[in-house]
Every structure is written in structure tokens, then in C-alpha cells.
């Protein structure tokens, strides 16, 4: 890696996209609900579900920018590329709010959205969820690949790295649930998506500006490819055995290997998938025909990573109700705060809060302290780090649901004397200290887990959970909709319905609470059986750390 490029000085340009790109999304992801179902005139359930399919959806599009920026293009271009396309649906967005002609009329009760109106509008949110997606799949691993991680000192800024990025969209995000979402909701929601069209420009220019500093790590063979691979040669060589010496293992000499691809160590699990590195005799070692047991591996840890991946769903399924449902609640509540207009939609503005402090003590106090107990360069590892995020989440649900009971209780007894807003505080603070802990330490974990030509589709796997944990949410809104409307006596669901206080909302975040202790222990058993991967580098970097202490 060359010396003058890279480092924390490029990654400023990183940290200053992420936080002005992420002022818009924040912001429409926390008040979009609202503007659903009031201008666009979607009832409550079918703008929450609307919201977690769009949040679903560009989550899951991260996958297209990790894919194209490991394999065809850099993650600057791709970044830019995909940026504009945000920036065009974001603009579309703004079109729509700010014309008349392009909304339903406001005397509208029913079937409102029809015609070139929903056209435009999901046409809008599908470019931007497309745009954003790809973004969100490469920017984390752009700023990553600014460091060498066999070096001691790349390695340990790696770890602080990916803390200061946080930090940065947490910065923007607390401008986007407060000064943004204000504007949207007592100015005029075109407002409100202008200012973030112009941050995410601003953004994207900054990023652009810093091409000088940064360094390029060459493009890999397609991560697929090397998959299929895999599987097809371990499915050909079935019915042949393994021999009992690993090193007969088929494998490239270290002077044919090309100098960025990094050579890993064979280990005993998933052993079905060292078939592919079997070379039959009188055969030449050709693609689709043996693979080396670097590619086998690499295979390895992108499938140990999925049991890890599928554990932190229920967590982000907790995460959209506190983008949905919580932000309906609090439009029921006391919105005032000395006297002014608290808007429920900035109400995450609490958490993020708590974060832009804890984040700098988290790095400078905690880190310190622990690596000197641990030796672990982040002071935990990344996997104690998710967990002590999936318990806090738990935590959360069971907070929010006796906060609903409250808040539906004094509505019901005296429906002019609202409890307050900042009820809410208690379920937002705590699912945000979930959030600093899970999403920071998943990032970091698929990154320095994956193989060198696969990081920023890994570093995706982070956002992939998120994705499945909003179509999930959608699917129990759905499912305990249909089940309880079936078995409760007043033959109503629990989650059914424009009026919240007439439903138990109460009942379904405990359901989340208690499907969230189970997946903790599920977690728990996949955290342990996780064998981390081992390469000739790390071995090396390893020895040097050792002897500068």
C-alpha cells in the first residue's frame, strides 16, 4: 500500500459522504411513514409495511454494490455512479411532494394512490432504494481498504475506523430526525426531501474530490463464480475420498499466486467442500475442474458467516418498529416540550444522541481498557459485540410494550391529557446503544472475515440482515394479524386498524421480545461454533504485534 495514500486522511472524504448522504435517508426513513399515510394517503398498516419494504429493498441492494465494486468496478465509481441515480430519485421525490397534480386529493378516503400517481410514486422509490442500495454496499468497505491490515498499525486503525464511521452517519442522521424532519413537517415535506437531494450532491462531490488520496485494491474474480465453482467440482468429485492428509489437497505454488490474493489455511469444517480440491488423476488443474483449497475457504467463510448473518434478523425486525409503529405512537402523544413542538418523527433523535457521546468514549476509554485485558486490538471481538447488541434490543421490545400500555391507558381515561413524547426515549435510547454495538461490530466482522476480492460484498451481509428484517417485519404484521384475528374473541387482530387505541400493539412487542430471546440463544450457539478464518498474513501480523510489544 503506498505510504502517501489511504489512511484516515482519505477517509475524511468517506466520513463527510456518509453523514451528508445519510441526513436525507435518515430523515425520510423515520417521517416517510407519516408522509405515507397522510399525503399519500396509505392507511397505517400499509404505510408501515410500504416503509419496511422500500428500507427492505435498499438493504438488500447493498448486495449489487458490494458485487459490481469487488468485481467489475472500483467502489469510488461505483459509489458515484450509483449516487447519481439517488440523487435523480431523490429529486423525483421532491417533484411529487411539492405538485399537486401529482398527489391524491386530500378529500381522498379510499384506493387514493392509482394511475401516474402511483407510478411516479414507486417508480421514485424504486430508482432510490436502487441508487441508495448500492451506495450503503460500497462506501463502508471504500473507507476499509484505506488501511493495510498486515500491518499492525492498519490493523488497529481498521478496527478504530469502522467506529468513526458510525460516528459520522450518526452525526448526519441526528440532523436528519431533527432539523430535516422538523422542516418536513411544519414547513412543507418538499421541503424536507429538497434539503436532503442537496446534501447527498454535496456529498457525492466531496467523495469525488478526494480520488488523489485514495488507494485502489485490484478487482477479484466474480465472488459467484468462485462459489459455483465450489459447489459444482465438490458435487463432480462426490464419490471420491478425502485423503487423510489435508496437504494432499490440490493447491497453487506461492510464486504462481498472484501478489494481492491471499493464501488461506485449510480447516476441518464444512469438509464435504474439500471434494472440489481434489485433482483426479490424469487431470489437468483447470477451472470447473479442481479448485485450490484458498478458493474452497474462502467458500468456508462466507458459509460460516451465514448462521451468523440469519441471527441478528430478529433484531432488525425490532429496528423497523421503532421506525413505524413508534412514530405513530408518538403522534398520539404530548408533542410539547417547554412549549414548543416536539415532531414525534425526530423522537430517534434521543438515541443518536446518546450515540455521538458514547461512540468517542466507547474508542478512547473502553477500547484502551479492555485490549488490555483482552489483547484484542477492537478490545472485544466483534461477535461479543453483536451479542451484547441482541440483548439490549430484547430489552427494548419489553420497554416499548409497557410504554404502550401507558401511553393506551391514559388516552383511553382521558383522551385531552396525552402522556408525553419523551416516553418513547426509553425504548429509542436503549435499541440505539443496541444498534452502536450489532451494526458496528457486523461491519468490522464480515470485513476482516472475508477474502480479499469478496470485502464490500461481506461488508453488505451487515445491511443484508437488515433487509430481511424489514420484509420479516412485514410478514408478522401480516401473520399476527390473520392468526389473532382468528382466535381472540373480539375477532379483531392485534395489530389491525387506523386506530391504535383500539389494538394491542402492546402484545406484538412483546412477541418480538420473547422471538428475540430465542434467537439470542440461537446466536449463541452459531457465535460458538464460528471458527475464525486463518491466513498466512494475519500469522505474520500476529508475530510483529507480538514483537513490538
Known amino acids: 500500500m503506498d505510504a502517501k ?23 425520510n426513513m423515520v417521517s416517510m411513514v407519516l408522509y405515507f399515510n397522510f399525503i399519500m394517503k396509505l392507511d397505517i398498516p400499509t404505510s408501515s409495511n410500504t416503509l419496511t419494504n422500500f428500507l427492505g429493498s435498499v438493504c438488500l441492494l447493498s448486495l ?23 440523487v435523480i430519485a431523490l429529486s423525483m421525490v421532491t417533484i411529487q411532494a411539492y405538485s399537486k397534480d401529482l398527489r391524491p386529493d386530500l378529500t381522498c378516503q379510499k384506493d387514493c394512490l392509482k394511475g401516474g400517481i ?4 414507486y417508480g421514485s422509490l424504486s430508482l432510490l432504494a436502487i441508487g441508495t442500495g448500492a451506495v450503503k454496499g460500497a462506501l463502508p468497505a471504500f473507507g ?42 411544519n414547513e412543507a415535506w418538499y421541503w424536507g426531501f429538497f434539503m436532503g437531494t442537496m446534501t447527498a450532491i454535496i456529498g457525492f462531490i466531496a467523495v469525488a474530490f ?6 485502489f485494491p485490484p478487482l477479484g ?8 465453482q465450489v459447489i459444482v467440482v465438490a458435487v463432480k468429485n462426490r464419490r471420491l475420498s478425502l485423503p487423510e492428509n489435508p496437504d494432499e489437497l490440490f493447491e497453487i505454488n506461492d510464486k504462481d499466486r498472484d501478489q494481492y490474493d491471499e493464501k488461506l489455511s485449510h480447516t476441518n469444517q464444512l469438509r464435504s467442500l474439500d471434494k472440489a480440491a481434489i485433482l483426479p488423476q490424469e487431470t489437468s488443474p483447470e477451472p470447473w475442474r479442481v479448485c485450490t483449497v484458498t478458493q474452497v475457504e474462502e467458500v468456508k467463510v462466507l458459509t460460516r458467516m451465514l448462521p451468523i448473518l440469519a441471527s441478528t434478523i430478529i433484531m432488525n425486525t425490532c429496528l423497523a418498529q421503532l421506525q413505524t409503529f413508534s412514530v405513530h405512537q408518538g403522534f398520539f402523544m404530548d408533542p410539547y416540550v417547554f412549549g414548543k413542538k416536539f415532531p414525534s418523527a425526530s423522537i430517534p433523535i434521543i438515541p443518536l444522541v446518546f450515540m455521538i457521546f458514547l461512540i468517542p468514549i466507547y474508542e478512547f476509554l473502553v477500547v484502551p481498557f479492555a485490549r488490555k485485558i483482552t489483547g484484542h486490538p477492537s478490545g472485544i471481538t466483534q461477535l461479543q459485540r453483536v451479542g451484547v447488541g441482541l440483548v439490549l434490543s430484547i430489552i427494548s421490545m419489553g420497554v416499548a410494550g409497557l410504554v404502550e400500555v401507558k401511553r393506551r391507558d391514559q388516552a383511553i381515561k382521558d383522551p385531552f391529557k396525552p402522556i408525553s413524547l419523551f416516553w418513547l426515549s426509553f425504548q429509542y435510547g436503549i435499541f440505539g446503544l443496541a444498534d452502536m454495538f450489532t451494526i458496528i461490530g457486523l461491519m468490522e466482522f464480515f470485513y476482516k472475515e472475508a477474502p480479499s476480492g469478496m470485502k464490500s460484498l ?41 386506530n391504535l387505541n383500539a389494538i394491542n400493539l402492546n402484545l406484538f412487542y412483546w412477541f418480538l421480545a420473547v422471538l428475540s430471546t430465542l434467537n439470542f440463544i440461537v446466536y449463541l450457539v452459531c457465535a460458538s461454533w464460528y471458527k475464525h478464518r486463518e491466513d498466512t498474513t494475519e500469522s505474520d501480523s500476529e508475530t510483529k504485534t507480538e514483537e513490538i510489544r
Open 221 to 228: 474474480n466474480s465472488p459467484l463464480l468462485k462459489v459455483a
Open 144 to 185: 476499509a481498504d484505506q488501511f493495510d491490515p498486515k500491518d499492525p498499525k492498519g490493523a488497529k486503525q481498521l478496527g478504530s475506523y469502522f467506529n468513526w464511521y458510525m460516528l459520522s452517519t450518526t452525526f448526519g442522521a441526528a440532523i436528519g430526525v431533527s432539523f430535516v424532519v422538523w422542516i418536513s413537517m
Open 118 to 121: 402511483a407510478l411516479m410514486f
Open 64 to 86: 449489487l454494490g458490494g458485487f459490481i465494486s469487488d468485481t467489475y468496478l472500483n467502489r469510488l465509481y461505483t459509489i458515484l455512479i450509483f449516487g447519481s441515480l439517488e
Open 210 to 215: 478526494g480520488k488523489p488520496f485514495y488507494c
Open 458 to 498: 461481506a461488508t453488505s451481509f451487515a445491511l443484508l440482515s437488515l433487509s430481511f428484517g424489514y420484509f420479516l417485519s412485514t410478514a408478522f404484521v401480516n401473520i399476527i394479524n390473520t392468526v389473532t384475528e382468528k382466535i381472540t374473541p373480539s375477532k379483531k387482530g392485534w395489530i389491525h386498524g387506523d
Open 5 to 27: 495514500k489511504g489512511g484516515f486522511r482519505a477517509c475524511f472524504f468517506v466520513f463527510a459522504l456518509g453523514a451528508l448522504e445519510n441526513i436525507g435517508f435518515v430523515a
